[in-house]
């Protein structure tokens, strides 16, 4: 019961930081290098390709994430959705990559 406290305490600590610094990217981020190809070398980097999809599928995919987000839908909400609709687990990075390279002025 200790051990399953414990566990659950650092998986909503971890979930909170990175939240956190997925909003302080998104805030803080600039204009200097956001580019289709700059969101592609970094989900590259980060592993968080969609699987099966070419470059351009993922920048159209990434543009999307930009549109939902900016039309109300939340930055978790968005990372599920990433998630399940592409069946795989880098939603986090994805958007992140997303609104750092495609849409940095996205604020909130």
Do not use: W
């Amino acid at each position: 019961m200790f051990t399953t406290r414990i566990r659950r305490n650092t998986i909503a600590a971890t979930f909170a930081l990175t939240v956190a610094g997925l909003s302080a990217g998104i805030i803080g981020a600039g204009t200097a290098s956001a580019t289709p190809a700059s969101f592609l070398d970094e989900i590259s980097i980060n592993n968080a390709g969609l699987p099966g999809k070419t470059a351009d599928e993922m920048v159209a995919a990434g543009y999307a994430t930009c549109d939902h987000l900016r039309h109300g839908t939340s930055v978790l909400d968005e990372m599920s959705a990433v998630e399940h609709t592409y069946n795989f687990n880098q939603g986090t990075l994805f958007v992140s990559a997303a609104t750092t390279n495609l849409c940095p002025d996205f604020a909130g």
